[in-house]
């Protein structure tokens, strides 16, 4: 579509020189209008038409002679939590600064985090509400749009119940924005809601919960300074972590060794002392190849294993049959390359051990998390200093919309969908339990496991999988009907895999929203004519609220500047809809409202007054702003405050951060450190799974935590237990009343938290981690050959899962698909990943001139080997070709950072689809500045058997000439 000049329209002349095409850096300076200054260049990208609307000039006028305030906030990009100071005249941001203050970046920033600003200003946002009418966006007014949507999901509930509207909440929502978006799924009556951490670290949290209690990082960024080893695993930190980047080469600095394990040879693995290349899609081998020199020459911790893990001895028996010789068959690692790994491990320990999506976006991806996790336990190092799982997650706040946001398969702080984790939050909520239920669907469904279950009960459908409750025969779905309605809720479409079939999934839907600052993917990959709906939500510089890092710190956010256009912030879009849909009343029964905003503080205090279970119940938000207020007293590398209002507290109470917040715990800074009273941030392993499997001890042995009364393993703590032990009278009455009959997870006075610390117990029991899990599909880890795999030679001995309805109301298909071998007309291995320019699905950051003029095309590395066996020259339009017939056009780069028979693409792009670029397709002025084709346009069906994850670095390809 060409862009329409209009009289004096100077944005329209600047951009529509370089948009849909690549430029040089001068052109696009030029073009962009940044070569006249900062703010030029931000009044530059908006269209005359919207300046005028939005009265940025009388709302907020730029005044040279105004005084500057400086507001505190944190980066919005990936999960790092740098901070950042706005500079903001009258009400415009004019500058920013980064923060040197925090002792999570230090001053440091990359090249996201430097751009932040034209984020908070871009003119390529959604700017108010519109709908689709007759294929054109038309715009439209909030109480018309709320009316409207509200009106036809009341409709389709009516005729096909609640679980016929899906949507996906946000991992770029605040813990509170996050938090109301799951609440509101529960008032509405569904579990069909979920978010972005099911497709890049959900195998993560279900693997290391599993093993040892949390579904979280262990340690911190800061803390792999004082590591001595330091092995990465799917993970190319400089260019999707480039601060913790430099966490990790001020550790080699100081002594550690780096090994990298990584099918490419990426920006990381240019600084390793040690650099592995395996066969994509063979970690579960990697890892036991390692492990078979430990044990076979008897490096293993002995002592640690026998007081603190428990089924080793299974994984002893799986590992003895991954001899160097079938490592090297299957994953293409040789022998010495593996023995330098292990011995390199034993002798400089501790040893952290980081890994990211190149480790969890599997049909096997809990496989992978828990062999790493055997690996870490196999040697002793976790919970010590410098060691541990340090997992790098994506967004800045998908750790905290795991922990209290929109999950498909529990609520808020990992309680389960049982009657009893309802009634906990029923009583948080303060609403009947009964009224809950009457929300939901009554009738009961097969759910996946040769029961029966009603749908409150059940998990609902995840993200990666809602297409499918689309298109899949009604027959087979484990709900009333299928899914009519669809909610994008700061979700990027472009990240998932089968695009063509969601394309068609979009295109059948009743109602499609998008409510994001942006019009994403979702706006454009269809061709829908009507019942289509943007609403423009807020950035988080709009706005205030917490965002927890991904090393479990929380970090709050001062609002920036007020509301551009006419966004509004999460937390407003959830009461303007629970309004309209008639359960505002008792979804924030507790929760202030401000004009038709609710109060932000007031939603962390009622994630605090319930969230016992992961501790995060101790920040509250006065806690969280004097943190913030007080930065720079917290020492760099151990996160401990040195003097100051914030003395001898970790920096944002990493949770868990036990008991009330008068209760005044530090957070713990390093899970299962048994070092430290619990008091001070000390932990144990958690008894999660009982006290013995078939007669075997699951609790700790002769380990326990300083200064713990107990001196040996125990159970969680109960009302009865603190009784036995004869510290009931330690509560006060007010305490005793409340926790009466219940545990310290559903004891809402905290008494019993309080109490068990006060005698050095951790709340949740000290028990061994778990390396036989009997309730997953491999209870030992193993390997099984990707679906789409190019060594079909090994599926015979290694081959995937039979077919089944998992538990997420659908059925799922694993052996029919690898039934058949691709591998002939696909010989190419297909595996993604990030760039350092761009940040998820990628409209946000593809729309900021900065960033869009460092990479303007999609491209896929590939070999030389491979492209000149394809015909294919460095720079030229190829199509790469996906076995289920999805194709992407795009340039090829031809490397040697790809091993021959693998290509790489990045994973940010969209706006193109299958060779057509959409540009009409978004509303006028809100286009992307750099566009491209969607890699998941080439991707395959395939999904982990816990998680439901999808398999997005292990397909087939074919690239040849376009």
């Known amino acids: ?116 600003r034209n984020h908070g200003h871009s003119g390529r946002r959604t700017k108010y509400p519109m709908k689709l009418v007759n294929g054109r966006w038309e715009r439209i007014g909030w109480e018309q749009a709320i009316e409207e949507i509200g009106d036809k999901l009341l409709q389709i509930r009516e005729e096909s119940g609640p679980d016929a509207l899906w949507f996906a909440g946000s991992s770029k929502a605040s813990n509170e924005g996050a938090y109301l978006q799951r609440k509101f799924a529960a008032f509405w009556g569904s579990n069909n809601c979920d978010h972005q951490a099911r497709i890049c670290h959900s195998t993560t949290v279900a693997g290391v919960a599993n093993t040892w209690g949390y579904g979280a990082m262990t340690n911190s960024y800061n803390d792999i300074t004082k590591s001595n080893c330091i092995v990465m695993c799917g993970s190319n930190a400089a260019e999707a972590h480039p601060v913790a980047m430099q966490m990790i080469l001020r550790g080699k600095e100081n002594g550690a060794k780096l090994i990298v394990m990584d099918p490419r040879f990426t920006r990381t693995a240019a600084h390793s002392d040690i650099f592995v290349r395996p066969r994509s899609g063979t970690d579960v081998a990697l890892i036991y190849g390692i492990l078979w020199h430990i044990f076979e020459n008897g490096w293993e911790d002995s002592t640690y294993i026998r007081q603190r893990v428990w089924g080793m001895d299974r994984v002893r028996e799986e590992v003895a049959h991954w001899t160097p010789e079938e490592v090297e068959r299957v994953a293409g690692v040789g022998e010495e390359a593996l023995r330098d790994v292990a011995k390199t491990i034993v002798d400089n320990s501790p040893m952290t051990f980081i890994w990211c999506m190149g480790g969890t976006q599997h049909t096997i991806g809990n496989n992978y998390v828990r062999a790493y996790n055997h690996l870490l336990l196999a040697t002793g190092n976790v919970g010590v200093s410098g060691g541990g799982a340090n997992i790098f997650r994506g967004h800045d706040n998908v750790q905290g919309a795991t922990d209290v946001g929109p999950n498909a398969h529990i609520l808020p702080g990992y309680f389960p969908h049982s009657e009893g984790g309802w009634r906990h939050w029923a009583r948080v909520w303060d609403v009947d339990y009964e009224y809950l239920q009457g929300r939901f669907d009554p009738a009961e469904y097969d759910d996946g496991s040769g029961g029966q279950a009603k749908p409150m009960h059940m998990p609902g459908i995840p993200v990666s999988r809602w297409i499918d409750g689309v298109l899949e025969d009604a027959d087979n779905l484990s709900q009333k009907d299928n899914i009519r309605a669809v909610m994008f809720w700061g979700h990027a479409p472009n990240s998932q895999t089968r695009l063509p079939e969601m394309k068609e999934a979009m295109e059948k839907l009743d109602l499609l929203v998008i409510a994001d600052p942006y019009p994403t993917v979702s706006a454009v990959l269809h061709d829908r004519q009507n019942d289509t709906y943007l609403l423009p939500a807020c950035t988080q510089f709009e706005t205030r609220g917490s965002a927890t890092a991904s090393n479990r710190s929380l970090q709050w956010r001062d609002k920036v500047i007020e509301p551009l256009f006419e966004g509004k912030p999460d937390h407003e879009i959830a009461y303007l809809l629970a309004r309209k849909l008639g359960f505002a009343d008792e979804m924030f029964k507790n929760i202030r409202i401000e004009g038709t905003e609710p109060v932000v503080e007031d939603v962390l205090r009622e994630i605090n007054r319930g969230t016992w279970t992961i501790g995060y119940t101790g920040q509250s938000p006065e806690r969280l702003k004097k943190h913030m207020e007080n930065q720079a007293t917290f020492d760099v590398v151990s996160l401990k405050a040195e003097g100051g209002p914030c003395d001898g507290e970790y920096y944002g109470l990493p949770w868990p951060c036990w008991g009330t917040a008068e209760m005044g715990h530090p957070g713990t800074p390093n899970l299962y450190d048994t070092s430290k009273h619990v008091a001070e941030g000390g932990l144990t392993f958690r008894a999660r799974f009982g006290t013995e499997y078939e007669g075997e001890n699951l609790l700790a042995e002769g380990s326990y935590s300083k200064g713990s009364a107990i001196r040996d393993g125990y159970p969680e703590i109960t009302a009865d237990m603190i009784k036995q032990l004869g510290w009931w009278d330690d509560l006060t009455d007010e305490e005793k009343a409340q926790a009466e009959g219940r545990d310290w997870k559903t004891d809402l006075s905290g008494g019993l938290q309080r109490v068990a610390i006060k005698h050095g117990l951790a709340p949740f029991g000290n028990a061994k981690a778990r390396c036989y899990v009997w309730n997953f599909p491999d209870p030992v880890p193993v390997h099984r050959e990707p679906l789409y795999t190019p060594r079909y030679d090994l599926v015979s001995d290694y081959p995937t899962y039979e077919d089944r309805k998992a538990f997420y109301r659908l059925p799922t298909r694993w052996a029919s698909v690898q039934a058949q071998d691709y591998s002939g007309d696909y010989p190419l291995i297909h595996t993604s990943g990030r760039l350092v320019e761009y940040e998820g699905g990628g409209e946000e950051t593809r729309s900021n001139p900065w960033l869009a003029e460092l990479k303007q095309e999609m491209f896929v590395e590939i070999n030389p080997r491979d492209a000149n066996n394809a015909g294919v020259r460095n720079n030229e339009w190829v199509w790469l070709e996906g ?78 000439p376009a």
């Open 883 to 960: 076995p289920e017939g999805g194709r992407i056009r795009i340039k090829a780069l031809v490397t040697r950072r790809v091993a021959a028979g693998t290509v790489f693409t990045p994973f940010h792009f969209g706006g193109h689809f299958q060779g057509e670029d959409l540009l009409a397709k978004y509303p006028e002025g809100a286009s992307p500045y750099v566009r491209g084709e969607s890699n998941n346009t080439a991707t395959t069906y395939g999904y982990d058997s816990v998680t439901m994850m999808q398999e997005t670095k292990t397909t087939l390809c074919r690239v040849v």
């Open 1 to 116: 579509m060409k862009l329409e000049k209009r009289k004096g329209s100077s944005a329209a002349t600047a951009v529509g020189g370089f948009l849909g095409r690549a430029v040089d850096r001068r052109t696009f300076l030029r073009g962009s209008g940044l070569a006249v200054g900062g703010t030029a260049a931000a009044a530059a990208m908006l269209e005359p038409r919207m300046m005028r609307k939005a009265k940025a000039s009388e709302r907020a006028r730029f005044d040279p002679n105004a005084d500057i305030k400086e507001v505190k906030t944190v980066c919005t990009h990936c999960s790092v939590g740098c901070g950042v100071i706005a500079e903001v005249q009258n009400g415009v941001w004019v500058g920013q600064e980064p923060n040197f203050d925090s002792p999570i970046n230090l001053g440091a920033h990359c090249a996201k985090g430097a751009s932040l």
